[in-house]
């Protein structure tokens, strides 16, 4: 999608934000993918809000939505499609079609990641002796310090999950807090700490704030 010289992430962030709140909700995600025909539970989709919800309240701002759809592996793009000139897109209106059901397709991805990752994290849980600390060493089993595209794709192939690329990266990107494509201990302890083991809010009233996002002239 940010390969797409008509993609602005800012035209995005405001085609799911429909009230203008500069922030998003669980419900947002939700209208977005069935207005593009992906049936999808606010459950699902308040799952993927607190994977990406930096600071833990409950929304997503317009730094977490860049973080949740930009890619992680190249700067440069990254960087690039942020620089892009936007415009607002009204309360009835639509982006481009292409962009539209890209974007509905990388909300479906995120969730359906999720029911995979939530479910092999259940299952090294279940081991006696297990600790986010034994559950690091699992993947990171050459001790580099760090989880990887690389490492982490043999993680999974271990136990017959033979991801893509594009995958790998959407697992390291929610985990990825400090966007250096890597994932260390303590963003990995985190993830399966304080958001596998937490019920998602389903609703919270967004407070109004203001991400500090200059219009274009």
Do not use: W
């Amino acid at each position: 999608m940010s390969q797409n010289k008509k993609f602005a992430p800012y035209s995005a962030f405001c085609r799911l934000d429909r009230d203008a709140r500069e922030c998003l909700v669980a419900r947002d995600l939700m209208f977005f993918l069935d207005a593009n025909g992906v049936k999808a539970q606010v459950g699902d989709c308040a799952k993927v809000l607190r994977f990406f919800d930096s600071d833990e309240d409950g929304i997503l701002s317009y730094a977490d939505f860049i973080q949740m759809i930009l890619p992680c592996d190249d700067n440069d793009l990254r960087a690039e499609v942020q620089r892009r000139p936007y415009s607002r897109i009204g309360r009835f209106d639509s982006l481009d079609v292409e962009i539209e059901n890209a974007l509905a397709l990388l909300l479906r991805h995120e969730i359906d990641l999720i029911k995979r990752v939530e479910g092999l994290v259940r299952d090294l849980q279940c081991s006696p002796d297990f600790t986010p600390h034994a559950a690091y060493r699992a993947v990171d089993r050459y001790e580099e310090g760090k989880i990887t595209k690389e490492n982490l794709t043999d993680f999974f192939r271990q136990f017959g999950n033979y991801l893509s690329e594009a995958e790998v990266f959407s697992i390291i990107r929610r985990m990825d807090t400090d966007g250096d494509a890597k994932v260390s201990y303590e963003e990995f302890a985190d993830y399966l700490v304080n958001q596998v083991n937490e019920e998602a809010p389903l609703t919270k009233p967004p407070p109004q704030k203001s991400n500090g996002k200059k219009k274009k002239a």
